[in-house]
């Protein structure tokens, strides 16, 4: 079990000695943030981009979000919800945390979004968006940077039923957001769906699924696979020689942090997303150039929603003056008076985003290197389908 921690704090408190110093006699203006993400085994990558996004938007700061002293505390929580629970209680309870982010996955993210609540601990998710917390369960100290589980899915559903596609197959890990990506498809697309396949989260070998797309014979292949598990699926898919035949369609599947290990496999395919390393604007062009130049490698959307989750929380501490005015702070951040890599950002009245999805296609420049382009915008200023439950308004 690797629960390493590493602390972002400003010079100045480091030689305060603030990491030696006792919860309970932290610094008062400092703000303590809990960063929870899973930075081992298949997913890892896409936790080493979490914290890597957030922690350079934070050095961007000089380890001061807002002007206030910044102490991050990052664990990882692998993909174990009690493992997540138990670590979320102690940062409440013994690292007096005020803010609490980093969730990928909705089940780490439902495990441990009562206890934050209960503590009055501001829950910002770079990542998850179960409809529980975008729905009936909505709260006014939980905001998302990204999406509604579902509008991924929802996107790609919709640029496949506008391409006319009249099959498809369907691929999904066997866990809360795996279902909810299946369901979000099938909102925008009304096609024919010939099969629909639930796989162990973690599985690295498809020749049994991959056996099933080919005998069903669709029109195209909607995967969500995330991680390791995207990375052996693709270049599984493409040996099988069916890259070309069934068109490989998918979510959080292909990504910057995952193309280099899939290689020329994932030539030809398209994804869904709500950003890219080409969007033109400047917070995003700045964000990939610090980025690239800091880490030595190339961010996801993991590191980008990340990147404005601590941009987010850096104009709202300005505007409310801190965080010891709770009611002030929550409304400073539903303002999200920030410059985000999106281009621009609207919360919605469940503090989920109003946003855009693209369609994005993975080519070979002629320099041999293997990239994401921007195909085209599919839904624009889109609301989950769960806001109107929410009883915030």
């Known amino acids: 079990m690797n629960c390493g921690k590493f602390f972002a704090v400003s010079a100045l408190a480091i030689a305060a000695g603030a990491l030696s110093v006792p919860a309970s ?18 997913t890892g990558a896409q936790g080493k981009n979490i914290r890597d996004g957030f922690n350079l938007a934070v050095d961007e700061a000089g380890g001061k979000l807002g002007g206030y002293d910044t102490k991050v505390i990052v664990d990882d ?6 493992l997540a629970l138990q670590t979320v209680n102690k940062l409440i309870e013994q690292d007096k945390i005020q803010i609490l982010t980093g969730t990928i996955f909705s089940n780490i993210a439902l495990a441990v979004a009562k206890p934050a609540f209960d503590a009055k601990v501001f829950f910002i998710s770079p990542n998850a968006g179960p409809e529980q917390l975008a729905g009936k369960g909505c709260s006014p100290y939980f905001f998302n940077t990204s999406w509604q589980n579902d509008q991924p899915h929802e996107a790609m559903g919709a640029y496949l039923q506008e391409l006319g596609v009249k099959s498809v197959y369907l691929i999904a890990p066997n ?14 697309y009304h096609g024919k769906v010939v099969g629909e396949r639930y796989v162990t989260l973690k599985q690295l070998d498809y020749a049994a699924e991959i056996s099933e797309i080919r005998a069903a014979k669709p029109d195209a292949l909607f995967a969500f696979l995330p991680g390791g598990m995207g990375i052996n699926f693709t270049k599984q898919y493409a040996q099988a020689g069916l890259t070309e035949k069934i068109p490989m369609y998918s979510a959080f599947t292909i990504d910057a942090d995952t193309l280099p290990a899939i290689g020329d496999a ?16 400047e917070a995003s062009q700045n964000f990939v150039k610090h980025f690239e130049a800091k880490y030595h490698y190339t961010p996801n959307n993991f590191a980008a929603t990340s990147y404005d989750v601590a941009r987010l929380i850096s104009a709202a501490l ?18 999200a008076d920030f410059k985000s890599v999106l281009g621009s950002f609207t919360f919605n009245t469940n503090h989920f985003p109003i946003g855009n999805f693209y369609v994005l296609k993975v080519v070979k420049g002629a320099d041999g290197k293997l990239e994401q382009v921007t195909v085209k915008k599919v839904m624009a200023n889109a609301k989950d389908a769960y806001y109107k439950e929410c009883h915030m308004k």
């Open 25 to 42: 006699a932290q610094p008062k203006d400092q703000v303590r943030i809990g960063l929870i993400t899973t930075l081992s085994g298949p």
């Open 77 to 82: 929580v692998q993909l174990r919800p009690d």
């Open 175 to 188: 866990y809360v957001t795996g279902k909810a990506a299946l369901r979000g498809f099938k909102h925008a």
């Open 266 to 281: 994932a030539v030809g395919t398209y994804q869904s997303n709500i950003w890219n390393t080409d969007f033109p604007n």
């Open 318 to 335: 300005k505007q409310a003056g801190g965080i010891t005015n709770k009611d002030a702070f929550a409304a400073a951040l539903k303002k």
